[in-house]
């Protein structure tokens, strides 16, 4: 998939994060709730370049 980006990723940090590379890590970013217009951050868990690593 040369020249797209993630979009998520992109959205999280603030700059392209281009798909022709892994999936970048956004665990540790503080993001704002859409609804509740509350903050929280990001948790390893959350990361999609996280997922499925052991602990």
Same mark, same amino acid.
């Given at each position: 998939?040369?020249?797209?980006?993630? %979009?998520?990723?992109?959205? &999280? %940090?603030? &700059?392209?994060?281009?798909?022709?590379?892994?999936?970048?890590?956004?665990?540790?970013?503080?993001?704002?709730?859409?609804?509740?217009?509350?903050?929280?951050? %990001?948790?390893? &868990?959350?990361?999609?370049?996280?997922?499925?690593?052991?602990?």
């Amino acid at each position: 998939m040369s020249g797209g980006v993630w %979009l998520v990723a992109t959205a &999280r %940090l603030g &700059r392209p994060a281009p798909a022709d590379e892994p999936y970048p890590h956004i665990c540790g970013i503080t993001v704002d709730a859409t609804r509740r217009r509350d903050r929280f951050r %990001l948790t390893r &868990r959350d990361c999609p370049a996280c997922a499925g690593r052991p602990g």
